[in-house]
């Protein structure tokens, strides 16, 4: 999330799937709620409103606290009207100058048991679980809709926070840190945010959100703390070009990304994986990341691409990828099923011992002790390596063909025909301009 950022393009299908799909549309929060402590029949409950930046990240880390009922996402303390529209609206008012209206602060209302935790407890969680030195930003999110703030309904919650927020400041002080610049301020009005923003997480478990904390322990806690997250040096990387996977704790469709993808990665490019929000030290992002997996292509240190989720569709991955690392020429070939003219391609006249690839996933496809000369003025051969291609029914160009496809990345290859030499009686007829050489080491 970022300060003008836009309606989420990745409801993923979970977002079954990011981070990429249609989107809920928003629904206005027209009437703000009162501030008094929330309750349910038979057992009273307490509440406060705490801003922590990104609402979608602040939502699930407040969920976890033993004891918390109910965390809604909303907007307080504004001086405008209470919807997503027109915060945005208004955070790009005060950049310009244009308006000197407070803006609202994206908040999460946490309702909790007094019985079963403490608003002590509350906070603690609030005060680890972002960084509250950082004035109107937090993270990659800038803007003073992402202020942090604590937002109370009675002098007492207003002692508990600022008793707490000495606390905290002693420990970040030792740690380094700067001064705390949360606002702890009465709550004059509070709007509940959108329904797609509700649960956003639980619902898009594939949504970033770059909450980690300090790092920095509340003196005595024994929670468990988000453990801080180095960037990727950016010296170790490929500075020619790099594929970088920015992650999330607890992302299933990460963990789904890393076991169809990265576990057998074998393309040209080098991959890396990252916790961090933020770019390589001394590589640049184009823009501020909201979902995870993202998969950002870097050239020369700065992004030229990204793709954002993944819900299992490898080939479309694959082709994203295909489209930055192919030739015009290949790109014809592979996702637009045409053909290099005889006599035209590359490695036709290759013969030494090795191994051809697909261009993009690197997936092995032929060997060359499979390959033949038939004349036809494109790289043949008898028979292809298990599981390394897929075939299909093609009957454009007014003729019935066999088509024959990379199993790994789904690219055109060519197409397979019965007058083959023996023992297959096959000729695999392949674009050569699609495949890769990679000679049997020596």
Request: aromatic letters at 10%; glycine letters at 10%.
């Amino acid at each position: 999330m970022h300060a003008i950022r836009s309606v989420p393009l990745v409801c993923l299908a979970l977002c079954a799937s990011l981070l990429l799909s249609a989107c809920a549309r928003e629904t206005p929060a027209a009437t703000a709620r009162p501030a008094d402590p929330a309750t349910r029949p038979g057992a009273p409950l307490d509440s406060i409103v705490l801003g922590m930046g990104c609402f979608w990240g602040a939502e699930k880390r407040m969920s976890e606290v033993p004891g918390v009922v109910d965390v809604e996402s909303g907007y307080a303390n504004g001086e405008i009207a209470g919807t997503y529209d027109a915060v945005l609206a208004q955070e790009r008012a005060l950049r310009r100058g244009q308006s000197a209206r407070r803006n609202h602060a994206e908040v999460v209302k946490v309702r909790f048991d007094p019985a079963r935790t403490t608003l002590e407890k509350v906070l603690i969680k609030f005060w680890e679980n972002h960084d509250p030195t950082q004035g109107d930003r937090q993270g990659n999110d800038v803007g003073s809709n992402y202020r942090s703030a604590i937002y109370t309904h009675d002098a007492a919650q207003r002692a508990v926070a600022e008793q707490t927020r000495a606390a905290y400041q002693q420990a970040l002080t030792k740690a380094g840190f700067g001064s705390i610049t949360t606002e702890i301020a009465p709550l004059h009005a509070y709007f509940p945010a959108e329904t797609y923003h509700q649960d956003y997480l639980a619902k898009n478990p594939n949504g970033y959100c770059g909450l980690g904390g300090t790092g920095v322990r509340y003196p005595g806690s024994d929670t468990p703390l988000a453990a801080p997250v180095s960037r990727l040096d950016g010296k170790a990387l490929a500075f020619a070009r790099q594929l970088v996977v920015f992650e999330a704790e607890h992302c299933d469709f990460c963990k789904r990304f890393k076991a169809d993808v990265l576990d057998h990665w074998q393309a040209g490019v080098p991959v890396a994986r990252t916790l961090a929000a933020q770019a390589p030290t001394g590589w640049t992002l184009d823009k501020p990341l909201f979902a995870t997996p993202t998969i950002v292509l870097f050239e020369q240190g700065r992004e030229v691409a990204r793709y954002t989720g993944y819900d299992g569709g490898q080939a479309r991955f694959w082709k994203w990828l295909g489209f930055r690392l192919l030739t015009p020429e290949q790109r014809s070939i592979a996702f637009e099923q045409g053909t290099e003219r005889a006599f035209t391609g590359s490695h036709l006249d290759e013969k030494r011992p090795g191994t051809f690839v697909d261009p993009v996933t690197g997936a092995a496809l032929f060997r060359t002790d499979t390959k033949f000369d038939s004349g036809t003025g494109w790289p043949s051969f008898f028979n292809p390596l298990p599981g390394a291609i897929t075939l299909h029914e093609d009957d454009s160009h007014g003729m019935k063909r066999v088509e024959v496809r990379s199993a790994s990345s789904g690219i055109h290859l060519g197409h397979v025909f019965d007058d083959g030499p023996p023992p297959t009686h096959k000729r695999y007829c392949i674009n050569g301009n699609v495949l890769k050489f990679v000679a049997d080491a020596p």
